[in-house]
């Protein structure tokens, strides 16, 4: 009975001991909780762990002219090729040494020459045969003469034999001849008449055989003309200035006419070919809708060569006729200016381009990353949260965005980049926009940060040891004061106060002496350093990638919208955890939409 007193006693001293460690730990919890909640419930948990802070920078709203600059990718393509092929078949007996890969060959330059021997053969067998038929054209003649002269004596004949007819006809009826004279007359007559008109047919055949010489007088003409062109094919020359691509031959091999034996590329026609979305056409082309507009606009190429960036200049030429069901805009056509063979850059290099619009009057110009895609922005309050407010997107250009709305007012600020941790009233650290110095000066004198420099203006004015220093060194060295002002002044300044600073102002400009620099003004101390913000880097130089920063900049290029040759080139360069180039790898955020900045978070400042 006794056990069961003391069991029951312990259980009870127990239970009273538990019950009282639980309300002072509801008592610590619910305080903690209140502090919490009066700090704004924003301690980062329930028990109140202290909020978070992230640096921001602001710029200030200021309208300006603005010249929109379009950026991008494009490929430089030729837009005048000329395959070099043989003219006539046979085997390939020389070649030109400067026929090589990536050589500039000039017009006219020999490439090329097939066995000329048969073809030589053929201008000989051609020359013979225009020879022949030019004898048997001069025969024809010839004969055509002949038979003209014998048709005339033939047509003389039976002249003769018709009046010797007529006049046996005669003395017939005179009875001095018989019958058979007259007779034998006009035998002589019908003799006479039928070697005329086989003379005529003669004269008909001969003419007839001078046309078929002809023609093969000029038959005989062409076909020497053609073995003569042929032989002369044998050796083909340049058509243009180029730069030779695709050699591929072999001498001694049996070419045709249907063998490419090279390509030759015309230097005056190297082309950039690059794509325009709608919007920025309709930029360029404004209200008139009339692509000729383009002509002629200056742009800017740049390849990334690694260790150095080459430029060139281009004009646009032209825009294509129709647009590909897969392609996002039209493709623009930039003619290179002023190529040579030592500058020419390779058919297919990837290139960026600068494209400048026309310029805007007047337009408010912020950096991309500072407005979302529904046109959101933020700025700070008085209390250094983040505020909320919409603008209207005017124009997305590269890294800038053009807007405008109610909010965008001259002079008022806002954060100028955004990030994944920034929210409608989101605690901030900003840093503000630059003072001009006049308003520096006044600011820091109403903070107590001490005078501009010169004699102050305090009533009285203490000296410390330093200016009591200087100041009786100034007055030692000054010949024209009197000994009598110079031992009272030297008197005051040993005593470490001036009771009216006004005197020494009118010293200063009466002896020349330069007593304000006996008071500088206060250097101020250098600010605390910030934490990095975060996003991806846009300085000059090159940025060494952390293994977390290259994966996740890889899987963003992957799983974009890119096409598949600007990644064959970003990629790898990815990979070797250096960007030679920032700037141009920021371009990517506004061109293909990938969130460069989730792979640079920001870090907070380090507690000093």
């Given amino acids: 009975m006794r056990s069961t007193s003391r069991a029951v006693a312990g259980f009870i001293l127990l239970l009273g001991a538990a019950l009282a460690i639980a309300a002072v730990g509801f008592f610590l919890i619910s305080a903690r909780f209140e502090n919490n909640q009066s700090a704004g419930g924003r301690g980062g948990g329930f028990f109140g762990s202290q909020e978070p802070s992230y640096t921001v920078d602001l710029k200030v709203f200021e309208a300006q002219d603005f010249t929109p600059i379009i950026t991008g990718f494009g490929l430089i393509t030729a837009g005048r090729t000329a395959e070099l092929r043989p003219r006539v078949s046979g085997l390939l007996a020389t070649s030109a040494p400067t026929l090589v890969e990536g050589v500039f060959i000039a017009k006219g330059d020999p490439l090329f020459t097939v066995d000329p021997f048969e073809f030589e053969l053929a201008v000989k067998e051609a020359e013979i045969a ?50 058979a004279a007259v007779d034998n007359a006009k035998n002589a007559t019908l003799t006479a008449r039928s070697s005329v008109d086989a003379r005529r047919g003669g004269v008909a055949r001969a003419e007839a055989a001078i046309p078929t010489a002809t023609l093969a007088v000029e038959r005989a003409s062409l076909n020497l003309e053609r073995a003569q062109r042929n032989l002369q094919n044998t050796t083909l020359t340049a058509p243009f200035d180029g730069l030779a691509q695709n050699v591929s031959f072999a001498l001694g091999r ?65 825009t294509a006729v129709a647009i590909a069901e897969n392609q996002g805009g039209i493709d623009i056509f930039a003619r290179l200016q002023g190529v040579t063979p030592d500058t020419v850059p390779p058919v ?11 310029k805007v009057r007047g337009a408010f110009a912020v950096p991309a990353e500072a407005v979302s895609p529904s046109g959101e922005m933020f700025a700070v309050d008085e209390n250094n949260r983040i505020t909320v407010f919409k603008v209207e997107i005017e124009r997305r250009v590269g890294e800038t965005t053009l807007v405008a ?68 060194n100034l007055i030692a060295s000054a010949d024209s004061l009197p000994d009598g002002a110079r031992e009272r002044i030297a008197a005051a300044i040993d005593q470490g106060t001036i009771e009216n600073p006004e005197r020494l102002k009118g010293m200063q400009s009466r002896t020349g002496l330069d007593i304000d620099s006996c008071f500088p003004a206060p250097t101020v101390a250098a600010a605390a350093p910030m934490g990095d913000p975060g996003g991806f880097p846009t300085g000059d130089g090159p940025i060494d990638l952390t293994p977390e920063q290259q994966a996740c900049l890889i899987e963003a290029v992957e799983n974009s919208s890119l096409p598949d040759m600007p990644k064959g080139f970003i990629i790898p360069a990815l990979e070797r955890g250096t960007i030679s180039d920032p700037s141009r ?24």
């Fill in 405 to 472: 709305g109610e909010a965008v007012k001259p002079g008022a600020t806002y954060v100028a980049r955004r990030f994944i941790q920034l929210g409608e009233g989101t605690k901030v650290n900003p840093n503000r926009p630059e003072v001009p110095e006049a308003e520096a000066e006044v600011a820091g004198a109403g903070a107590g940060a001490g005078q501009t420099g010169g004699i102050p203006e305090d009533d009285p004015l203490t000296l410390d040891a330093t200016q009591q220093n200087c100041l009786r």
């Fill in 585 to 608: 790898m920021a371009g990517l955020k506004e061109r293909a939409g990938i969130d460069l900045d989730s792979c640079f978070p920001p870090s907070l400042p380090v507690a000093g």
């Fill in 130 to 179: 225009l020879s022949d038929a030019r004898v048997r054209l001069e025969t024809a003649q010839a004969d055509l003469s002949v038979e003209v002269a014998a048709l005339a004596l033939a047509e003389d004949q039976l002249a003769l034999s018709l009046d010797d007819l007529n006049r046996q006809r005669q003395l017939l009826e005179r009875e001095v001849v018989s019958a």
């Fill in 348 to 358: 297919g290099a990837f290139m960026a381009y600068n494209l400048s619009e026309p």
């Fill in 254 to 318: 049996q070419v045709s006419s249907n063998d490419i034996l090279a390509r030759l590329v015309d230097l005056s026609q190297l082309e950039l070919r690059f794509q325009l979305s709608d919007e920025q056409l309709g930029g360029l082309i404004s209200a008139s809708g009339n692509r000729d507009a383009l002509r002629g606009l200056p742009i800017t190429l740049s390849w990334d060569v690694g260790s150095q960036v080459l430029t060139y200049a281009a004009k646009i030429d032209r």
